[in-house]
């Protein structure tokens, strides 16, 4: 059974950091590019940064693009995000994903282009 399962969540003060983790079991994702998105109460689920599958090159959306880091570890199969300066504004669950597509790069900011998914982890951040 292929897993994602995401770790790191919590409650933080704002202006805190916290890195969130994504652990894939039963198959390798080294050849996929990886993403994280988030959905806040009420709201779609949004891009927040993606990564391709050799670790080499990255992509963020445009109001994480500072404060956040995605990164990979491919002898784990693990993926990171993260977080620093963070703000109640990023107050959501996070979820990791794995893109379609062998080494596909650049890789998509649409949810549709992902076909593995994690259960999500929760962030708060308290102002």
């Known amino acids: 059974q292929v897993q994602l399962v995401e770790s790191g969540g919590g409650l933080v003060q704002a202006g805190g950091s916290l890195r969130l983790s994504c652990a894939a079991s039963?198959?390798?994702?080294?050849?996929?590019?990886m993403g994280w998105f988030r959905q806040a109460p009420g709201k779609e689920r949004d891009f927040v940064a993606v990564?391709?599958?050799?670790?080499?090159?990255?992509y963020y959306a445009d109001s994480v693009k500072s404060p956040f880091t995605i990164s990979r570890d491919r002898s784990k199969n693990t993926v990171y995000l993260q977080m620093n300066s963070l703000k109640p504004e990023d107050t959501a669950v996070y979820y990791c994903?794995?893109?379609?597509?062998?080494?596909?790069?650049?890789?998509?900011?649409?949810?549709?282009?992902?076909?593995?998914w994690g259960q999500g982890t929760q962030v708060t951040v308290s102002s």
């Open positions: 990564i391709d599958w050799s670790g080499s090159t990255t």
């Open positions: 039963g198959r390798t994702f080294s050849n996929n590019a």
């Open positions: 994903a794995a893109h379609k597509g062998f080494r596909k790069w650049p890789a998509s900011t649409v949810d549709e282009d992902y076909n593995y």
